[in-house]
């Protein structure tokens, strides 16, 4: 009896110590290789949408899972196409038009915050909206800064903390700053084609890449490692064409409200919209403030329309089209998602947030089956 406790101490305490390296070596190659394992993981979701809609079509069609494949992917690559061609031109056939309505956008809105002295200087402290909109800090404290650069000479201070003449060209700084979230056009094009080949790979041979996954974990549990992950990439289809289905509503829901109100650039704004709807809450606020700036021109009553439009279909959206296609499988508690998807954009920029919801209705599903299921519920618990 001693021998074996004296056996087994040190054969827990090393499974203990490996276990923990692992754990502390894959943290630290995440931490400092986030942005790739981030681009990888989006490959893998295009790789699980290749592989499921392959599968449906193979289903409904006389060809095998590889014609259903070609068929797909040859079918996604026109749309892409037929749709970044159609959108290109139209924003370069309305591109003076656009310049046009944001600057007078940017005015209307710039003259509203500066009725109001308290918003204007909250927003001239906030960085990023204080750089879109191009509010200075204003009162007091500057008037004494100002005073303070001139060696105590008598100074007059802006009374206003809006500068317009600084903002002479506000589809430069729009530009400037969507431009912050890739740091070339060149990278946002390797991300892609990265995304692209892992997931066509991944589609390719589906089994060969789970089956490797399922051989490191000890044979006893690999039966039920097969079960999670087919689970894990069911969950994951599911959420894809939840957000697919849900893209598809706010952005002809949008060109239809903007085409019905006279707002220039429906179409344009429509697939913006519908883009930005594949991440969750931060997406719609992004479509939304889009919307506004183009109908700040149009007056008061039309933002109005457009706010009150978009927020019934983000309400459409959330309570009926996303559940409905979903089944209330990969339903996520609101709180949860945003509190995630505010910690995963503070720590690895835009692409953290836009990751943040199929990771963490991946997640869910692990918990639930390997935790919740197979420990706290299990009957050796």
Do not use: C
């Amino acid at each position: 009896m001693d021998t074996d406790s004296t056996v087994r101490l040190p054969v827990n305490l090393v499974r203990s110590i490996t276990v923990l390296t692992i754990i502390v070596t894959l943290a630290s190659a995440f931490v400092l290789a986030s942005e790739i394992i981030l681009i990888l993981f989006l490959g893998g979701l295009f790789g699980i949408f290749l592989t499921k809609l392959s599968a449906w079509l193979s289903a409904h069609l006389p060809v095998g899972y590889r014609g259903s494949l070609a068929i797909a992917v040859v079918s996604l690559l026109m749309t892409v196409t037929g749709g970044a061609t159609f959108f290109f031109v139209q924003i370069n056939d309305q591109v003076e038009e656009a310049s046009d309505k944001i600057d007078e956008g940017m005015n209307e809105l710039r003259a509203v915050i500066n009725k109001y002295p308290a918003l204007n200087s909250t927003l001239a402290t906030t960085p990023f909206v204080s750089e879109a909109l191009g509010l200075e800090q204003s009162g007091k404290e500057k008037a004494n800064d100002e005073t303070e650069d001139n060696g105590g000479q008598d100074g007059s201070a802006e009374p206003s903390g809006m500068k317009l003449d600084s903002i002479s060209e506000p589809v430069k700084q729009a530009a400037g700053t969507i431009g912050k979230m890739f740091k070339t056009t060149f990278g946002l094009l390797v991300n892609s084609l990265l995304i692209f080949f892992v997931g066509l790979f991944l589609a390719v041979s589906p089994t060969t890449y789970r089956d490797g996954i399922v051989r490191l974990i000890p044979r006893p549990k690999r039966k039920r490692a097969t079960e999670v992950l087919d689970a894990t990439s069911n969950t994951v289809w599911r959420w894809l064409i939840g957000r697919f289905g849900s893209m598809l509503v706010t952005g002809v829901g949008a060109f239809l409200l903007l085409l019905a109100l006279g707002v220039p650039m429906a179409s344009t704004i429509g697939i913006l919209t519908a883009l930005l709807t594949f991440v969750p809450n931060i997406g719609a606020a992004i479509a939304l403030g889009l919307a506004i700036l183009f109908a700040l021109p149009q007056g008061t009553g039309t933002v109005g329309i457009v706010i009150g439009g978009y927020m019934a279909l983000q309400l459409f959206e959330s309570y009926v089209v996303t559940p409905l296609i979903q089944q209330k499988a990969v339903s996520l508690p609101p709180a949860l998602l945003i509190s995630f998807q505010a910690i995963m954009g503070v720590l690895f920029g835009f692409i953290g947030a836009a990751v943040a919801s199929p990771v963490l209705a991946a997640g869910k599903t692990m918990v639930e089956m390997l935790y919740i299921e197979d420990y706290l519920e299990s009957d050796t618990a």
